[in-house]
């Protein structure tokens, strides 16, 4: 019987793209299977002993400007609740969080089907997320810049 | 320019596919160098020719879907390629086929290597405009 990694694997490689197999877990059947599109790396999560459910995440970094701010977490849960598919999770002190789709589409071949949707909703969700704490940034800096000004005051 | 003065002078090229993740295959012969590669499915190619080493192609070819009136197709590749950076659409009026590239002039394709990224992004992106207007046509015509 083919393993759920494979067939997953030569999916992605059909598809144009090298993918990078790792089993995590080999009593669980658990492996990692990581390809890169526009840029960017994501990984698939596949369990041998559930082949209905899999895990497509990505990781991005957040701006060094914007590392500081206090409410990137509000930030990410606001996006989060505009695609409820996707799962926001803070990594490395502030310094990126990984974007994350829990699904359970029924075979392998579903899955496959529906995949290239799968990472652009996941895409979609994080480049929003990326705008907006950036935005926010941006926001914060210029009321910043201007309550300054209004409390330096002019003689 | 001189080929043979430069060696394999599509060899950045595959190195910037690489970078990208991508597989791809080369398909040479005495003309012309061929590079094909899939992205998320979908099929791009570059070429350079052997006697004008300095001038390098990237595209995606694509069939007009049966719905699609022509004479539409026409219009809005006409729209793209006054309003687009880097993309010439092209329609091929009898094979129902349109064509999309980024043509370019380098000394090396050493020089394209950094940009790779950003002009599958443009070739991506002009093909799925292309078709989403194209549908919108069709749908304001029902």
Known sequence: ?155 | MNPDDVGDYMLPLEEALDDEGLLFTRDDDDDALRIAFKSEGDRYFIISYRDDPSFVMLGSGWALPAEIDVDDAVDVANEFNVRKKFVKTAVWEDQRDVLFTVELCVSSADEVRPHVGRLLDVLRETAAEFFDDLREDDDDDD
Do not use: C
Not at chain 1, 62 to 78: G, H, M, Q, S, V
């Open chain 1, 1 to 155: 019987m083919t393993l759920v990694r494979d067939t997953v694997a030569a999916f992605i490689q059909d598809e144009g793209h090298k993918v990078d197999v790792s089993v995590i877990d080999e009593s669980e059947g658990v492996a990692e299977l990581l390809f890169r599109t526009r840029g960017q790396v994501f990984s698939v999560t596949t369990h041998e002993r559930n082949p209905d459910f899999y895990t497509l995440a990505t990781a991005y970094e957040i701006p060094d400007l914007a590392r500081e701010n206090t409410n990137n977490t509000e930030t990410l849960a606001i996006v989060q609740g505009e695609y409820p598919e996707v799962h926001f999770t803070m990594a490395h002190d502030g310094g990126l969080f990984i974007a994350a789709a829990q699904e359970q589409p029924g075979s392998p071949e579903a899955f496959t089907k529906a995949f290239w949707d799968v990472v652009n909703r996941v895409r979609d969700a994080g480049n929003t997320a990326i705008e907006r704490i950036v935005d926010r940034t941006e926001s914060k800096a210029a009321a910043d810049k201007f309550i300054n000004s209004l409390t330096m005051g002019e003689r």
